[in-house]
T-cell receptor, first 116, second 115 residues
Framework: DSGVTQTPKHLITATGQRVTLRCSPR?????VYWYQQSLDQGLQFLIQ???????AKGNILERFSAQQFPDLHSELNLSSLELGDSALYFC???????????????FGPGTRLLVL | AQSVSQHNHHVILSEAASLELGCNYS??????LFWYVQYPGQHLQLLLK??????LVKGIKGFEAEFIKSKFSFNLRKPSVQWSDTAEYFC?????????????FGGGTRLMVKP
C-alpha cells in the first residue's frame, strides 16, 4: 500500500458523459500527479499540481481538467467522454516539487474507466 | 522532448534464470532514472532510482540497474528470477530542467516467470 488512495476503483459510463476521479495523496505530500495508462498510448503524464497550483502539464486534452483542493486531495474531471478515453487513470504523489526531479512518486491503485 | 524505449515487450523466463531488461532514453541533458514494477492488479511500485553517483544502483527484491551515460541506457538486472517476479516493468525518466517532476515512461515489459 503506497498511501495514495483513489476512488472509484472502476467506472463505467457512456459516451458524452462527464466523470470525476478523486485522489488523496500520502500524508504530508504536497504534489499530486495524474497519469493515463492505455493500451495504445502506454503510461502518459497528464498534469501535476503542487500545493493547490498547477505545476506542469502534459498531453492532457482540453476536455479534461483537474484541481487540487486546500486539503491537498485532487480531482480529475473528464467531460464529453469518448470511447478512446477508456483507460486506467493513476494518481501519484510526492513530498514537494522542487523541479529537480529527484523525488520518488508514489502511485495509487488507479481508476479503471470504461466508456461504452 | 524526452522519450524512453523498452525494446522487450514480453519476456518469458524459467525460475532461477538471469534477467536483463533494456531501457534507453533520448535526452541530451541530465536525467533522473527510475524503474517501477506493476504486479498483476496492483499499483506501480518503485524498484530503484538513479540520480547521481555510483552508476550501479541496487534496489529492492534483488534488482539492480546500471546507468551507462554514453549509451543512454539504464538496464534492469536480476541474477536469479522467481515466480513472484512475474509483473510488468516500466522504465521512467525525468529531467531537472523540467518545471515539474513529470515522469516519461517507456512502453513497459511484461515478464512471465515459469515455475
Amino acid at each position: 500500500d503506497s498511501g495514495v488512495t483513489q476512488t472509484p476503483k472502476h467506472l463505467i459510463t457512456a459516451t458524452g458523459q462527464r466523470v470525476t476521479l478523486r485522489c488523496s495523496p500520502r500524508s504530508g505530500d504536497l504534489s499530486v500527479y495524474w497519469y493515463q495508462q492505455s493500451l495504445d498510448q502506454g503510461l502518459q503524464f497528464l498534469i501535476q499540481y503542487y500545493n493547490g497550483e498547477e505545476r506542469a502539464k502534459g498531453n492532457i486534452l482540453e476536455r479534461f481538467s483537474a484541481q487540487q483542493f486546500p486539503d491537498l486531495h485532487s480531482e480529475l474531471n473528464l467531460s464529453s467522454l469518448e470511447l478512446g478515453d477508456s483507460a486506467l487513470y493513476f494518481c501519484a504523489s510526492s513530498p514537494v516539487s522542487t523541479g529537480g526531479g529527484q523525488e520518488t512518486q508514489y502511485f495509487g491503485p488507479g481508476t479503471r474507466l470504461l466508456v461504452l | 522532448a524526452q522519450s524512453v524505449s523498452q525494446h522487450n515487450h514480453h519476456v518469458i523466463l524459467s525460475e532461477a534464470a538471469s534477467l536483463e531488461l533494456g531501457c534507453n532514453y533520448s535526452y541530451g541533458g541530465t536525467v533522473n532514472l527510475f524503474w517501477y514494477v506493476q504486479y498483476p492488479g496492483q499499483h506501480l511500485q518503485l524498484l530503484l532510482k538513479y540520480f547521481s553517483g555510483d552508476p550501479l544502483v541496487k534496489g529492492i527484491k534483488g534488482f539492480e540497474a546500471e546507468f551507462i551515460k554514453s549509451k543512454f541506457s539504464f538496464n534492469l538486472r536480476k541474477p536469479s528470477v522467481q515466480w513472484s517476479d512475474t509483473a510488468e516493468y516500466f522504465c521512467a525518466v525525468n529531467s531537472p530542467n523540467n518545471a515539474g517532476n513529470m515522469l516519461t515512461f517507456g512502453g513497459g515489459t511484461r515478464l512471465m516467470v515459469k515455475p
